[in-house]
């Protein structure tokens, strides 16, 4: 079974860590690099992206000529997706064991942050073609 | 440059979807399917995931003893992730463009389908 598994940021702008000290910032990247190669050695990691900051973020859709409308207003209460982690794994209490680690990810000062992750099951791509 | 197209959705989002006629959802199961061998086609395509409902969404953090302690209480407000395609292109426009036409995907008309576009940094540092 496939779970996404998601780091969600609660505030549109800049990230927060990006604010943290040297290195607090260095200590949390090279937990996430630990991570993501010991998840590529056990087989159970599919894919993996970090997203850029959220002031960037912009909703789209097609005017009536079919051309792009873009806004960049969201509202106070949307959270942004941060970065996610793919994974394949035999059960749901693998993945949320897998969350529970990432969620462990040192912060600013070096603790553990504890921070949510959102985890939800995977369930293809895109519809594929009738064979 | 990577960028992540994302469909986002109300906690209700799948029940209403699945409570559309037949032949809307198969219309748009249809569009989805063609979007995405045009994308593959045009070498833009780097990957594309459905969600499952949200109903079996959880949120978990670890307890002081490392172990997971899982949650499925989310805020009302809460918009979750029901799809995304992440798309390789030459600039925004392009991604914006690709956007757009997802964005036309056929559906009741009740509220536009908004795409949320997002650079990818790349995968974890």
């Not at chain 2, 956007?99 to 997002?118: F, H, K, N, Q, Y």
């Amino acid at each position: 079974m496939k779970y996404m598994l998601m780091m969600n940021t609660p505030r549109g702008g800049d990230y927060q860590v990006m604010s943290w000290p040297k290195q607090d910032l260095e200590a949390h990247i090279a937990f996430m690099i630990g991570f993501a190669k010991k998840l590529g050695a056990a087989g159970e990691l599919v894919g993996a992206e970090g997203l850029a900051s959220p002031s960037q973020a912009k909703l789209v859709r097609a005017g009536a000529n079919g051309n792009p409308v873009t806004d960049g207003v969201f509202p106070e209460t949307k959270e942004f997706l941060a970065g996610y982690w793919i994974v394949q794994v035999g059960s749901a209490e693998r993945a949320y064991e897998i969350a529970a680690e990432a969620s462990a990810a040192p912060g600013a000062g070096g603790a553990p942050m504890n921070m949510g992750i959102e985890v939800r099951e995977v369930m293809s791509g895109p519809p594929k073609d009738p064979e | 440059m990577k960028y992540m197209l994302m469909m986002n959705t109300p906690r209700d989002g799948y029940a209403k979807y699945m409570s559309w006629p037949k032949q809307l959802i198969a219309a748009n199961t249809d569009f989805m399917r063609a979007f995405a061998r045009k994308l593959a086609e045009a070498g833009e395509l780097v990957s594309a995931t459905g969600l499952a409902s949200p109903v079996q969404a959880k949120l978990v953090r670890a307890g002081d003893d490392g172990r997971p302690i899982t949650d499925g209480v989310f805020p009302e407000t809460k918009e979750f992730l029901a799809g995304y395609w992440i798309v390789q292109v030459e600039n925004t426009a392009r991604a914006y463009e690709i956007a757009a036409e997802a964005s036309t995907a056929p559906g009741m008309g009740d509220s536009p389908l908004m795409i949320e576009v997002r650079e990818v940094m790349s995968a974890p540092p």
